[in-house]
């Protein structure tokens, strides 16, 4: 919960501005005194940032735990558009809960990191298996099919 001057509806609209719409500090700073008249220094925005990473926390922790728990997860690769530099965006997907990190590569060491202690030996990728109505290669966000973790 936000301690500083403004509650938590204005710090998750700003997270919403700079995360999701990416949007400048600055570009977010008009936003905010525009729409709500709320004058905010830059220094402010991004505290309001690391304010709502460190509130995320543990509900990131909670979503990684519950996807490295389950039987079978997909993970799937795409090149990060926004930061093109910074890598892939390589998510792994359960039927309730969706984990991603953004990293370099998309070694096995990046699905241990999804997929938990659990992944390695007892893991294999299914050539060719659609993911949402996708074939394998038919996308370019169709990287990495799919990987079950069975016990063997």
Same mark, same amino acid.
């Given at each position: /919960?936000?301690?500083?001057?403004?509650?938590?509806?204005?710090?998750?609209?700003?997270? +919403?501005?700079?995360?999701?719409?990416?949007?400048?500090?600055?570009?977010?700073?008009?936003? /905010?005194?525009? +729409?709500?008249? &709320?004058? /905010?220094? &830059?220094?402010?925005?991004?505290?309001?940032?690391?304010?709502? =990473?460190?509130?995320?926390?543990?509900?990131?922790?909670?979503?990684?735990?519950?996807?490295? =728990?389950?039987?079978?997860?997909? &993970?799937?690769?795409?090149?990060? =558009? !926004?930061?093109?530099?910074?890598?892939?965006?390589?998510?792994?997907?359960?039927?309730?809960?969706?984990?991603?990190?953004?990293? !370099?590569?998309?070694?096995?060491?990046?699905?241990?990191? +999804? +997929?938990?202690? !659990?992944?390695?030996?007892?893991?294999?990728?299914?050539?060719?298996?659609?993911?949402?109505?996708?074939?394998?290669?038919?996308?370019?966000?169709?990287? &990495?099919?799919?990987?079950?973790?069975?016990?063997?």
């Amino acid at each position: /919960m936000p301690t500083g001057e403004f509650g938590p509806r204005v710090q998750a609209i700003s997270a +919403l501005c700079t995360g999701a719409y990416h949007l400048s500090k600055r570009t977010t700073q008009c936003v /905010m005194e525009d +729409l709500f008249g &709320l004058p /905010m220094s &830059l220094g402010t925005i991004a505290n309001l940032e690391e304010a709502t =990473a460190q509130t995320l926390t543990a509900p990131v922790a909670e979503a990684r735990a519950y996807v490295q =728990a389950q039987p079978v997860a997909y &993970l799937d690769e795409t090149g990060w =558009a !926004r930061r093109p530099a910074a890598g892939l965006a390589v998510a792994a997907v359960t039927a309730w809960v969706t984990v991603f990190v953004v990293r !370099r590569s998309r070694g096995s060491k990046v699905a241990q990191e +999804l +997929l938990g202690e !659990r992944f390695g030996a007892g893991w294999s990728p299914i050539a060719g298996a659609p993911i949402s109505g996708i074939p394998a290669g038919g996308g370019s966000s169709v990287g &990495l099919i799919c990987c079950g973790i069975s016990k063997r």
